[in-house]
Structures are given as C-alpha cells and as structure tokens.
C-alpha cells in the first residue's frame, strides 16, 4: 500500500524524551494548501493511505479539514498517530470518524499508570490516553497499540498483550519500537535498553501475543 505522510505540527501536550519535536507548529494557510497538494499529487500518483503525525495531530485546528479533504480525494485509509489523550473530549472521536479517519496509532505506555505518566511527563496521562484509545474504538476507528521499546517498559513488556485485550479487546496490532539516542534537551541514555535484556524482553512479549491472538509489528526508530 502506498503511502503519504504528512507532518502536521510540531508540538504536543506530552513530554516524552525520547521524542524529538520538529517541524511547524501549526499548518499556515500556506502551509495547509501545500498539504492539500501533497496529498492530491501523491493520490494521483497511486497512494491510498494517509498518515498524519505530529507533534500531536489533535492540536492542529484544521485537522479535520485536511481529513475530509484525503477522503474526498479517495485516500481509503486515514491513519492518525496519536497519544489519545485529547480523543476524548466532547465527542473529538466520532468527529475524527465523521471527517474521515479510519485508523489511529496509539501511544501505550504499559499497564502501570505511574511509570506511564512519568515517560508522558504529564500527571493523568495514562487514564486519558486509555479513555481516548476507547472513545476511538466505540466511534469506529481501528485502534493499534504502539509501544516504545524504553528500559522503564521492558520488566512489564510481556505482560501487556494480556492486559491489552482486558482493557481494550477490540486491539488486535501491537506495535513496537525501537528507541535511539536523539537531541531533546532532558533525553536520558538509560531509557536506552541493553540488548540483551530487550531481546529476551521481546521474545517473552511475542510469545504472549501469539497466545491472546495479538499481532506484533516492528516498526523503524523513534527519536
């Protein structure tokens, strides 16, 4: 499936230090319009999903703009990455839905709401993000679990395929990913795993995901 990304702000209502922000921080009008030609060109050249990353993308106000203009091009699949934090609030989910979002990207953090709200760096974080991957999934939109492969996570990684189908059985994609050492200003180098101990994290993790028909993924670096 070809794909377009479009990178729709630089900012985000989380902290976490492994991730550095880049880009804009919100679409100009100038902007917004060469968005728009992006994704036009790149549809008549054969793409059919849109991804749309951040920063977080739920800050952008004309988010739901540039969605329904994808679909309107005939983008079949609308990938949103989100913490979920914000999806939520007063209906944003089924807003998402009705503009055109088929699918989100969900930062997951674990099952320990202390350790999660610590790599988001904001108090509530972990409840908000799992109300909002829940509100997603209710307004119709396939949810799929992203993880970053940090030190704080890897003692409970195997763990989280079970507690992920308890708390949100209608996930069924676990996404991993790799961590390297990038130029946020407070990134800690300990947040980096030994090898050793991530490939035998990862080992017991698919195992577990097999068992409770979850679907592991590997994607490419975050930082």
Not at 11 to 21: D, E, P, Q, S, V
Not at 63 to 90: Q, W
Not at 91 to 105: C, D, M, S, Y
Not at 182 to 194: G, M, V, Y
Request: with cysteine.
């Amino acid at each position: 499936m070809d794909t377009t990304t479009l990178r729709v702000n630089g900012l985000c209502n989380a902290g976490c230090t492994f991730c550095a922000l880049s880009g804009v921080r919100m679409l100009s009008e100038e902007e917004f319009k060469r968005a728009v030609e992006t994704l036009t060109r790149d549809r008549l050249e054969g793409a059919n999903e849109l991804r749309v990353s951040g920063g977080e993308p739920l800050i952008e106000p004309r988010l739901d703009e540039l969605v329904s203009h994808a679909r309107g091009k005939g983008y079949e699949r609308i990938v949103l990455e989100t913490n979920g934090t914000m999806a939520s609030d007063n209906g944003r989910a089924h807003e998402l839905a009705r503009a055109g979002v088929t699918h989100a990207l969900w930062a997951f953090y674990g099952r320990d709401e202390g350790a999660a709200d610590t790599l988001f760096q904001v108090s509530g974080a972990h409840e908000a993000a799992l109300e909002g991957a829940r509100a997603l999934s209710a307004a119709g939109i396939e949810v799929e679990a992203r993880t970053p492969l940090a030190s704080e996570l890897l003692e409970e990684l195997p763990e989280l395929p079970v507690w992920l189908r308890e708390h949100l059985p209608d996930i069924s994609v676990w996404r991993l990913r790799p961590l390297f050492q990038n130029q946020h200003p407070d990134f800690d180098r300990e947040q980096l795993p030994p090898l050793d101990w991530l490939g035998e994290a990862i080992n017991k993790a698919c195992r577990e995901a097999r068992l409770n028909d979850v679907s592991v993924v590997f994607e490419d670096p975050v930082g």
